[in-house]
């Protein structure tokens, strides 16, 4: 249901971005693929996979992070699940923080592996967008 519930959430934003980067394709291009006899699956191959690529990036990296923060349908649907089975790191860095045990620096500490891991894939998305471009 969790799953479900983010993938609802998740799908307006990711076509909100694709739908701009279309709409950012010059239709010229279209027009003298279609001259030059290219069909649909060609054009989409040539033309509008290449030039969507970074728009693609840049939402599967923003929806990485929302996933990877992702609390507030977890805890409203579940709180952690039967048995903590639907506990991620943000939900357990909010039950140590401020639930039960009020361990705060064990909470601080899960927070900031989420930090990190984002940083991590923000990173990585530079350094490819970089070789891409050389």
């Known amino acids: 249901a ?4 983010n ?10 971005m694709l739908y701009g980067g279309l709409q950012d ?3 010229d291009l279209y027009e003298a693929a279609a001259i ?3 069909g649909a699956w060609q054009r ?16 599967l990296l923003l929806g990485l992070v929302y996933t ?19 506990h991620t790191i943000a939900t357990w860095s909010y039950l140590m923080s401020f639930e039960g045990n009020l361990e705060l620096g064990l909470g601080t500490a899960a927070g900031e592996l ?6 991590i894939f923000g990173f990585l998305y530079i350094k490819a967008q970089n070789k891409e471009r050389y």
């Open 36 to 38: 030059d006899g290219a």
């Open 7 to 16: 993938i609802w959430l998740g799908i307006p934003f990711n076509m909100v």
């Open 68 to 86: 990877l923060k992702a609390f507030d349908i977890i805890w409203v649907l579940t709180k952690g699940g039967p048995a903590n089975s639907s």
């Open 44 to 59: 989409f191959r040539h033309i509008t996979w290449p030039l969507l690529k970074p728009v693609t990036m840049v939402t």
């Open 25 to 27: 394709i010059p239709e």
């Open 114 to 119: 989420l930090v990190i891991t984002a940083l």
């Open 2 to 5: 969790v799953i479900i519930a």
